[in-house]
């Protein structure tokens, strides 16, 4: 149990395009979902938390207009990357928690990659 | 906020060794430290976590121990093997299902 799918795993797009990436739970009632960018060998840095039907919050120093999140269900959240840079790459995990669900259960993760 | 330090930030073993990570949490509102493993590529994967109402959990060769007096709390993983290479995070939060204060990961390497 506590499966959480992402989608895609791996994306490469040019400068200036948008992105979308889709974080499911798949077998549990996500009240609340995380968003995080981690570089190579470093820990995870939340970006933004959101609840279902709610107006994410996000972290300090993250872009509201730039990092859209979505969390109009209570089984998908999205992100997406608008207007992306070559500093946007990164890797892209998504996080689900429920009423029911008492911890954080992780995405596979998404590898974005700008050109 | 919560703050939480993990240490060592690399550590190598022999395999059938034993491997030892400690972090450290500020906030004594903090009440879940949950460990997560993350291999190269994926997302963490949560393996054992444990309740400021309990001082040890053991599932196998894993087990978590919890100081609440010094905010400390250690992963103790037994008879390494290969496949127990990856990065380990450990975090901490003052309630369960809200934000996660995550430490900086250990990099375990378990040499055959």
């Known amino acids: 149990g506590a499966v959480v799918s992402q989608h895609p795993s791996r994306v490469i797009c040019k400068s200036g395009t948008s992105v979308k990436i889709e974080c499911r739970s798949l077998?549990?009632?996500?009240?609340?979902m995380f968003w995080y960018r981690q570089f190579p060998k470093q820990s995870l840095m939340l970006m933004a938390t959101?609840?279902?039907?709610?107006?994410?919050?996000?972290e300090q120093g993250v872009e509201k207009d730039k990092f859209l999140i979505n969390h109009a269900s209570l089984t998908l959240s999205t992100l997406t990357v608008t207007s992306a840079h070559p500093e946007d790459s990164s890797f892209y995990i998504c996080?689900?928690?429920?009423?029911?669900?008492?911890?954080?259960?992780f995405g596979p993760g998404t590898r974005l990659l700008v050109l | 906020g919560e703050n939480v330090e993990q240490h060592p930030s690399t550590l190598s073993v022999q395999e059938g060794d034993s491997a030892v990570i400690k972090c450290t949490y500020s906030?004594?509102?903090?009440?879940?430290f949950p460990w997560y493993k993350q291999e190269l590529g994926k997302g963490p994967q949560l393996i054992i976590d444990?309740?400021?109402?309990?001082g040890e959990k053991k599932d196998q060769r894993i087990a978590v121990t919890l100081n609440k007096t010094a905010k400390h709390f250690s992963l103790h993983i037994t008879e390494t093997q290969p496949e127990d290479s990856a990065v380990y995070f450990c975090?901490?939060?003052?309630?369960?299902?809200?934000?996660?204060?995550f430490g900086t990961g250990t990099s375990l390497t378990v040499i055959p």
């Open positions: 444990i309740r400021s109402n309990v």
């Open positions: 996080s689900a928690s429920g009423t029911r669900v008492q911890t954080q259960y």
């Open positions: 975090a901490a939060t003052p309630n369960t299902g809200n934000q996660f204060y």
């Open positions: 077998d549990f009632q996500a009240t609340t």
């Open positions: 959101s609840n279902e039907g709610s107006k994410a919050t996000y």
């Open positions: 906030d004594s509102a903090s009440n879940y």
